[in-house]
């Protein structure tokens, strides 16, 4: 592993490669810094750019805005109150209260050092079991890879959002959307009604710009601007060596709560953050200094966010089965290079992926320049303009759609995508499971078919093979935890609506915007 | 019959849907409201999925359309999953059970007209630049989208609407050697 993992080195430590991921970091945290860009949106409009050239340099800059968006989200959630990524939610509780008494460089480096720290030690699990995991993988015959499927997609409707059924809809229509086109086996043509543009599917990084960035921008037109005023002073000293000692169980918690979320599908920063900041509170000696401006609730919050970015590459460069939106993105992106992520890919091309790790590991050291960098200098972010922001915006992601396949039929899935996505946020319907499922689609049509060739058409090779039979038990013991979940709910529904009006629950978000 | 009368009972759980059914969709809780719609459109897809598989079956033999390797299964599937989520939908809106947690309830000043200008221009941009070309559209669609969120300042927005374009173009055009849209006219 070392030696694969310093050829990565010797692979992408060019300059050119070092300064994409820098270009990549800087701008992630300037759009994550912006309120209503989200880390999906940057990642979903930047990629098309990255088609064009090669994926040593592309990959690089995707990660580092991944990377940038996530972290600069907790800027604006500390200093005016207001989460740049819905991923920074739980940062702008403490956060901003600690701001509010005038500590806000203390704030602000206290949510640097969970980040960097969390994404660290993060990154460290992520190299050290993507490798092994995809030796075991690469054993998985397609009857494995169906279980796999199944699961991540229950997973997926099943704990995206408060909703079961909402879930459950937008997962089915993923599932539509992925059979659109031309049959791969038997050549027979799926919904598509004579157009030729269709045969080829959905185009997908079209209709995540619609979907993410479009409808995100509608959303923030109807919500109008963020009038605040940025903090004018940083206030006092930093974040001192003792506390920073003081704080590392709370952060290491959160970083391991983090890194097992991120590492299942469906689960990402945005659930995280809130999980890890639960959880702190209920272990923390001074409970009731959180929402006060703790400094542990900064770090719990922050830690818990930046902790899932490695830790979602694990099934999405393994099973090639994303996370969360963003890698479902960066899934799109790798496959736009022709490198289709699965255990495959750690045999084919070991230098690279150990690359994208070192990566990873760089862009964190990066990443305590460009925050420091930051907090000094973009506190004052968001009085740029909407009016100036978004027409922007609009056309980038006009050129980009554009640009993919040099296809004008992908403007208009983009642009249905937008009304689509937009539809699905005013309904409160989630997002994540649409994407995830008409990613997972065509990967699980083609393994069940192939299992169904290798077994001639007998379902029982779900259960003779060993390794079937225990994510098969997996899949059954989720179904069954997701079943038994919504009929809790539903009871729970049902008091609430024999006792007397119950306050309104508290809702965690403060962004409208599904990352 | 005396499943009718079963059926009934849900009436009596939900007496306000019942009052709701003679003054239209409006009187009803806008979270019920919304599931209304959603079980109505996801209804609306599962049979129309279904009615496009049994339109497609005919002529083709039994052997490609029956059977796990059929290309029919996934839509299938989405067809049963969409009735199926349609019927939940339906339950609720009945009983009058809606989501346990309720979503983020709309601010009070939402600029639903405003939304719906951006939009249109959106739109509007997404036909332009076809006519107009990539560079001329979106010098257009920047000053008009502006104006539309709000934005005053006339310096601002000029120098908007040549730099984003103009950039875009040498980044694509030249830089990365991408071809943007071209129009009739340029």
């Given amino acids: ?515 | 019959m005396s499943r009718l009368i079963d059926r009934s009972r849900y009436w009596h759980f939900a007496p306000d849907f019942e009052a709701g059914l003679g003054r239209g969709l409006e009187s009803l809780a806008p979270d019920r409201r919304l599931d209304f719609i959603l079980a109505v459109v996801s209804g609306f897809l599962g049979l129309a999925v279904a009615l496009f598989l049994v339109n497609a079956a005919f002529g083709e033999s039994s052997t490609t359309i029956f059977g796990m390797r059929s290309p029919f299964l996934f839509p299938a599937i989405a067809a049963v999953l969409m009735c199926g989520i349609c019927g939940l939908l339906l339950r609720r809106v009945v009983k009058g059970r809606s989501t346990a947690l309720a979503e983020e309830a709309a601010p009070a000043d939402l600029q639903s007209a405003k939304a719906g200008w951006i939009g249109l221009s959106i739109l509007v941009y997404g036909v332009l630049v076809f006519v107009l070309g990539m560079l001329l559209s979106s010098m257009l669609f920047i000053v008009v989208a502006s104006l539309l969120f709000g934005y005053r300042n006339i310096w601002g927005i000029a120098a908007l609407s040549i730099m984003t374009p103009v950039s875009i173009y040498l980044l694509f055009e030249r830089l990365l050697n991408i071809l943007l849209p071209s129009g009739w006219i340029f």
């Avoid at chain 1, 092994?132 to 890879?145: D, K, M, N, Q, R």
């Avoid at chain 1, 506390?243 to 945005?270: D, K, N």
């Fill in chain 1, 1 to 515: 592993m070392l030696e694969h993992l310093l050829a990565g080195f010797a692979t992408l430590m060019t300059p050119i490669t070092l300064a994409a991921a820098a270009l990549g970091l800087v701008g992630g945290i300037f759009v994550g810094a912006l309120p209503g860009l989200t880390a999906t949106m940057a990642v979903a409009v930047l990629a098309p750019f990255t088609f064009f050239i090669d994926a040593t340099i592309g990959i690089p800059f995707l990660l580092g805005v991944y990377k940038g968006a996530i972290y600069g989200g907790s800027i604006p959630a500390i200093t005016i109150n207001t989460p740049g990524t819905a991923a920074s939610a739980a940062t702008a509780i403490d956060g901003n209260a600690l701001a509010n008494r005038g500590r806000v460089r203390l704030a602000l480096e206290t949510s640097l050092f969970a980040s960097v720290l969390a994404d660290l030690l993060s990154t460290v699990v992520l190299i050290l079991v993507a490798a092994p995991l995809a030796s075991i993988a690469i054993s998985f015959g397609s009857s494995e890879f169906v279980l796999l499927y199944l699961f991540a997609l229950t997973l997926i409707a099943g704990v995206s959002g408060n909703d079961f059924v909402k879930g459950l809809l937008s997962a089915a229509g993923g599932l539509l959307l992925a059979v659109i086109g031309l049959d791969p086996m038997t050549g027979f043509q799926r919904f598509t009604f004579g157009v030729t543009d269709l045969l080829q599917g959905i185009s997908l990084v079209p209709l995540l710009i619609g979907m993410f960035a479009l409808s995100e921008i509608l959303i923030q037109a109807e919500n109008g601007a963020a009038k605040s005023q940025g903090m004018d002073r940083l206030g006092g000293r930093g974040l001192s060596w003792r506390q920073a000692r003081s704080l590392l169980p709370v952060s290491l918690r959160s970083t391991g709560i983090g890194t097992f979320l991120g590492a299942l599908p469906g689960l990402g920063a945005e659930i995280s953050c809130w999980i890890s900041y639960g959880v702190a509170k209920r272990r923390s000696r001074r409970p009731q200094q959180f929402g006060k401006g703790s400094l542990s609730g900064i770090c719990a919050a922050e830690a818990g966010n930046n902790a899932v970015v490695p830790a979602a590459l694990i099934p999405m460069m393994v099973f090639g089965i994303p996370g969360d939106t963003i890698t479902a993105v960066l899934l799109g992106a790798f496959m736009a290079h022709d490198l289709m992520p699965g255990p495959l890919l750690f045999e084919r091309a070991p230098d690279l992926m150990y690359g994208f790790f070192a990566i990873l590991l760089v862009t964190n050291i990066m990443l305590i320049a460009f925050g420091l960098l930051a907090i000094r200098h973009l506190r004052h972010i968001n009085r740029i303009p909407q009016g100036l922001l978004y027409p922007a915006v609009v056309v980038l992601c006009f050129a980009g759609a554009f640009s993919v396949n040099n296809s004008s039929f992908d403007l208009v899935i983009m642009l249905a995508g937008g009304v689509l996505g937009y539809g699905m946020r005013k309904t409160g319907v989630p997002i994540p499971p649409l994407v995830i499922a008409l990613l997972l689609a065509p990967g699980l049509e083609n393994a069940l078919r192939q299992t169904l060739l290798l077994s001639n058409g007998s379902l029982s090779i779900f259960v003779t093979r060993p390794i079937s039979l225990v994510l098969l038990s997996l899949l059954v013991l989720s179904i069954v935890v997701m079943i038994w979940r919504y009929v809790a709910i539903q009871r729970e529904a049902a008091q609430d609506a024999v006792s007397p009006q119950m306050p309104p629950a508290q809702t965690p978000s403060k962004v409208s915007s599904q990352e």
